[in-house]
């Protein structure tokens, strides 16, 4: 129905699932085989993960650690933004580097329904949004573009076809909120500026223009009746302003991921899986933001280096299972050999790279028997 495709909405129909997703327990060992492929060494790939806090972290860490042989160092914020602030310290811990980022949605698989994640350890095993952090921060957004689309209606006058509009939304002097790109909406005169031609109480109507008819294709006008806009206010139709403080620099609460959103959010708002596009958008920024300090970053010069970012599919657990089905679906990778030359791949090709991997891993360790040898083993004696 509407035709006009910008550039943020080419970009995120550029992130394929279908085709591309991995279960974890497969994604691994496929991994870790193609990062010995590069000539990393078995025993000398120091693996961190940059994942957000809540389920993403568990079962995935775990297959990481028992394929890479040690417990992974910690790059992870809340939301799945990259901490570009602990390179130095990440590389002194191993010869050969590797970084894994995802950014998470949950999924539950008998309402086919992406965003909920049944949580076993809470009194009822209730279904709370997933990524929380995700929906925390897109719940101020969806808010006022449910405003939006209550108070902007659509109605007839004679052979005029009308549009009026709540003040507020036309109120340009506000700090922030969702800004109408009016121009695109209403009829315009020589010099590209918009007329009412009524102004009521509380709204003000104008005719709208040919381009908005078109988008509206086949819409049916009631006459004087008037008709919410509803989800015909796409997203090529509206941006949002928002103050976004930087200065808040504290872990939990820094403001990256809602930064990250905030110029594709009339694309995830309008998404009939929000917490979804959100996460594959989120994971697309840091890739970009990630790769380009990991070249700049002093540690990590004379190594080699993978960096692969991508979503986690966190699946609720059924009845009898402890972990997530989580699956990984590959964006991007950024490989760094020792002399510092490097090239990123683009996710077809990393799919295909890991797809030609063995999933059998010769190199991965017993878990069980690692805790039970630490249980038994000699005691240490620490003098204070
Ligand atoms: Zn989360």
Redesign the pocket.
């Known amino acids: 129905m509407y035709s006009s495709i910008t550039s943020f909405g080419a970009s995120l129909a550029d992130f394929q699932i279908n085709g591309a997703m991995f279960r974890y327990s497969i994604f691994v060992p496929k991994f870790y085989n193609w990062c010995k492929s590069l000539g990393f060494e078995a025993g000398k790939i120091m693996p961190s993960r940059a ?6 972290q568990g079962y995935p860490i775990i297959l990481i650690t028992k394929h890479f042989g040690t417990f992974p160092f910690n790059h992870g914020r ?3 933004i990259v901490a570009t602030d602990r390179h130095g310290p990440h590389a002194e811990h191993g010869q050969d580097m590797v970084i894994i980022q995802a ?2 949605v949950g999924y539950d698989d008998s309402s086919h329904h992406f965003g909920c994640y049944k949580r076993l350890q809470t009194s009822s095993h209730d279904n709370s949004p ?5 929906h925390a921060v897109l719940s101020w957004y969806i808010n006022e573009y449910n405003f939006a689309k209550d108070n902007i209606y659509l109605s007839q006058n004679g052979k005029d076809r009308l549009i009026t509009i709540d003040n507020q939304l036309l109120n340009e002097n506000r700090e922030e909120g969702l800004f109408l790109h009016l121009e695109r909406i209403v009829e315009v005169d020589e010099n590209g500026e918009t007329h009412p031609i009524k102004t009521l109480s509380t709204a003000k109507s104008y005719r709208v223009s040919s381009r908005f008819q078109k988008m509206l294709g086949d819409f049916e006008w009631q006459g004087s009746k008037r008709q919410k806009i509803g989800d015909r206010l796409v997203p090529e139709l509206f941006q949002f302003k928002r103050i976004i403080d930087e200065t808040i620099t504290d872990m939990e609460n820094d403001r990256f991921l809602e930064k990250n959103l905030l110029n594709p959010m009339p694309w995830i708002v309008t998404s009939p899986a929000p917490l979804l596009m959100a996460a594959q958008v989120n994971t697309q920024v840091e890739f970009d933001r990630t790769f380009r300090t990991i070249a700049k970053e002093h540690g990590y010069r004379g190594k080699k280096l993978v960096f692969i970012a991508g979503l986690n599919i966190d699946i609720s657990p059924q009845p009898g299972q402890l972990f997530p089905l989580t699956k990984f679906v590959p964006w991007a990778a950024y490989v760094q050999d020792r002399d510092d030359s490097f090239f990123t791949l683009e996710q077809q090709e990393l799919v295909d790279i890991l797809n030609r991997q063995s999933s059998e891993n010769a190199d991965q360790i017993d878990l069980e028997d690692a805790i039970h040898k630490m249980g038994v083993a000699k005691e240490v004696k620490v003098f204070v």
Not at 130 to 134: A, D, N, T
């Open positions: 994942f957000c806090s809540d389920e993403s809340v939301g799945g950014s998470h997933s990524c929380g952090k995700v």
